[in-house]
Nanobody, 115 residues
Framework: QVQLMESGGGLVQPGGSLRLSCAAS????????MAWYRQAPGNQRELVAT???????NYADPVKGRFTISSANAKNTVYLQMNSLKPEDTAVYYC?????????WGKGTLVTVSS
């Protein structure tokens, strides 16, 4: 059973940076895209960024210019570099892998932006 595991979350001051990683425990064939979502307390889960296997990226407006998604396809790993963090970025961040036949979700990593 393939599992996704996020890492890199934690407490950071406003203006700081964090790098999230998400790796698959096994092989996933025919990955179409990878993505990061987040869910703040009391809010619905929202899309943060996506990257296709070909390297095309897309970002939610609140994070454009501050976050960068990247991937290491051979390692089935996706990253999210988060700079200039704001308190409103506080949330549990989830990764998602989309293959031709199934979608995988990680269990999430908490990011807290606070002074």
């Amino acid at each position: 059973q393939v599992q996704l595991m996020e890492s890199g979350g934690g407490l950071v001051q406003p203006g700081g940076s964090l790098r999230l990683s998400c790796a698959a425990s096994g092989s996933i064939f025919s990955i179409i895209a990878m993505a990061w979502y987040r869910q703040a307390p009391g809010n619905q889960r929202e899309l943060v960024a996506t990257i296709t296997r070909g390297g095309s990226t897309n970002y939610a407006d609140p994070v454009k210019g501050r976050f960068t998604i990247s991937s290491a396809n051979a390692k089935n790993t996706v990253y999210l570099q988060m700079n200039s963090l704001k308190p409103e970025d506080t949330a549990v961040y989830y990764c998602k892998f989309v293959s031709a036949s199934i979608t995988y979700w990680g269990k999430g990593t908490l990011v807290t932006v606070s002074s």
